[in-house]
C-alpha cells in the first residue's frame, strides 16, 4: 500500500508517535439517535473484524496526513469505503485499500488536499462557459461523499442550479501504470432534466454532457501523467441492487464504444489517457463547420480551465 509520503517508514513513526485522532468510531455520525448510532457502530466494527488486515492498514492512511480529519469529519462513512463493492466490482478488498491509498498519495502530492476537503464541503465551480443562448454553464468539483461507491472525485455540469451530469472517477497506480478511473457517469432523473440535457446539448453547439464529462477527465488524466483512462462496464458495475430494481438504465458499455474505447480482459473499458483531439475541419461539410469549431472551442476551454484549476500542465 502507498502512502501519501513515500519516505520509508513514515507512517509506522507517524502512527507509533501519535494518539490516531481516526478510529472506527469515526466512521458514525454523532447526530444518529443513540439505538441507530450503536447499531452502525456494531455493524461497522464487525465489517473491520472480519477484515482485521485491511483495517489495519486502512487506519494507517486514515492517520498518516492531517487532512483526512477534515475528510471524516466532512463525511463519517468515508470510513465504508474499503468494505464495500468501489469504483468496479474486479476490486477485492486488498486492492480496493490500495486505490484509494494511491489516489490520496496522488491527491496529497500534487496539493490538492484542501481543494478536495472544499469540494467534500459542496461544489467547488473549477470551469464556466455560456451557451449560444448565453445562459452559463458550470463545471463544478464534489468530493467523497457523492457517488461515494463509484469515485473519489465528482465533477458535474450545471445549468444554473441543476445539474445535468456527473462523472465519478478516482487516480490510481494499476497493473504498471498511473491511471484514472471512472466509475460512474449519469444524467439527473426526471422528465424536466432530460429535456434541460437536450437543451444543453443544442446550447453547446452540439457537445453531448456526457461526452463532454468524459473528455474533460481524460485530458486531466494527460495533464497529471496518466497513462490509461479505465472505464467500468455494466457488468462490472458496484451498484447491482439499484441495476436489478431498474433504477439504474444507463448502458455504459454503449457509450465507452463510441468514444472507441477497447475491451480489457477484466471486462472493464479503456482508452489512453489524451488531451482534446485537434479538430479535423476537412472531415466535417463545410455547411457544419461554424458549428463545430465553436464546439470544439469550447470543450477546450473547458477542459484547459478544469485542467488549471486542478493544477495539471496544459
Known sequence: MRL??????????????????????????????????????????ARALAHRAQTQGWLQLLNSHPTFSEYVQNY???????????????????????????????????????????????????????????????????????????????????????????????FAWRGQCQTVNIGCIQGAKGGATLEA???????LHGARPKHLLVTLVRQLGHAFGCEQLRMVSNANRVVKSAMRQGRVRSDYDQLWIELGAQLQADGDFMLPCAPVAPLDLESIPSKKRSEARKR???????????????????
Open 296 to 314: 470544439h472551442e469550447l470543450v477546450a476551454t473547458l477542459a484547459n480551465d478544469v485542467t488549471v484549476r486542478l493544477g495539471g500542465q496544459v
Open 197 to 203: 440535457i437536450r437543451h444543453a446539448t443544442r446550447d
Open 4 to 45: 501519501y509520503n513515500a519516505e520509508p517508514g513514515f507512517a509506522e513513526r507517524l502512527v507509533a508517535t501519535a494518539q490516531p485522532s481516526i478510529t472506527i468510531r469515526s466512521g458514525i455520525s454523532r447526530d444518529l439517535p443513540t439505538i441507530p448510532y450503536w447499531r452502525e457502530l456494531l455493524k461497522l466494527k
Open 76 to 170: 463519517p462513512r468515508f470510513l465504508y469505503k474499503i468494505y464495500r463493492p468501489y469504483l468496479t466490482n474486479t476490486l477485492p478488498i486488498e486492492a480496493r485499500l490500495a486505490v484509494l491509498a494511491s489516489h490520496y498519495q496522488f491527491v496529497f502530492q500534487r496539493g490538492l488536499g484542501d481543494l478536495v476537503s472544499q469540494a467534500s464541503r459542496g461544489p467547488v465551480v473549477i470551469a464556466s462557459s455560456a451557451g449560444k443562448s448565453g445562459e452559463r454553464y458550470n463545471v463544478k468539483l464534489r468530493a467523497i461523499g457523492p457517488l461515494e461507491r463509484e469515485g473519489e472525485l465528482v465533477l458535474q455540469l450545471c445549468a444554473g442550479d441543476e445539474t445535468l451530469y456527473s462523472v465519478a472517477f478516482t
